[in-house]
Antibody
Framework: QVQLVESGGGLVKPGGSLRLSCAAS????????VSWIRQAPGKGLELVLY????????YYADSVKGRFAISTDNAKNSLYLQMNSLRAEDAALYYC?????????????WGQGTMVTVSS | QSALTQPPSASGSPGQSVAISCTGT?????????VSWYQQHPGKAPKLMIY???KRPSGVPDRFSGSKSGNTASLSVSGLQAEDEADYYC??????????FGTGTKVTVL
């Protein structure tokens, strides 16, 4: 079964750090682009950043440049989102998604998300 | 990059049709045929419903259809069913490796 499972969310103080994980099954994530997309409570979707199949970060949202970074572990078929210098506005449900697909430019598989709360 | 504009809500009775608009600019929706639509039930992950403006992934009912005219894309749902009640988001490629999402539309089946 093709799926993505996120973990690692939680409560962190402003200025703190958190690392989210995304485990892929049913496909080899290193064959695809993979994204982190977030959704603040009651708000819409926002593309945060994504990597290509070689593990190179292709895009960062301006709001996270210099603070967020992706890393990968091919042996575990997993990728990680290291979030530093967290701000209140980073609080959101963070989704891992397969895509954007090179052909369709769509995000075709999504995880259930992991919640990040930033509060003192 | 600003979010694509969608109406906050839309509704229809079972069996009827509903259409949702997604308005962007000549730099995103108007520039590329890479508009996709996602369905999100409460507490669930988004699900891809339409890609490349009007293509349906395997398993998506043909009651769902997409179109585009100029800077505005649309998602139509015909033969509304209770299970179609959800939030719907559009997305478009915006150039320079960037993608923008819509503000979201809550569809209610009356």
């Amino acid at each position: 079964q093709v799926q993505l499972v996120e973990s690692g969310g939680g409560l962190v103080k402003p200025g703190g750090s958190l690392r989210l994980s995304c485990a892929a099954s049913g496909f080899t994530f290193s064959d695809y682009y993979v994204s982190w997309i977030r959704q603040a409570p009651g708000k819409g979707l926002e593309l945060v950043l994504y990597i290509n199949s070689r593990g190179t970060t292709i895009y960062y949202a301006d709001s996270v440049k210099g603070r967020f970074a992706i890393s990968t572990d091919n042996a575990k078929n997993s990728l990680y989102l290291q979030m530093n210098s967290l701000r209140a506005e980073d609080a959101a449900l963070y989704y891992c998604a397969r895509g954007p697909r090179a052909d369709s430019h769509a995000f075709d598989i999504w995880g259930q998300g992991t919640m990040v709360t930033v509060s003192s | 990059q600003s979010a694509l504009t969608q109406p906050p809500s839309a509704s229809g009775s079972p069996g009827q049709s509903v259409a949702i608009s997604c308005t962007g600019t000549s730099s995103d929706v108007g520039a590329y045929n890479y508009v996709s639509w996602y369905q999100q039930h409460p507490g669930k992950a988004p699900k891809l419903m339409i890609y490349e403006v009007d293509k349906r992934p395997s398993g998506v009912p043909d009651r769902f259809s997409g179109s585009k005219s100029g800077n505005t894309a649309s998602l139509s749902v015909s033969g509304l069913q209770a299970e179609d009640e959800a939030d719907y988001y559009c997305s478009s490629y915006a150039g320079s490796n960037n993608y923008v999402f819509g503000t979201g539309t809550k569809v209610t089946v009356l």
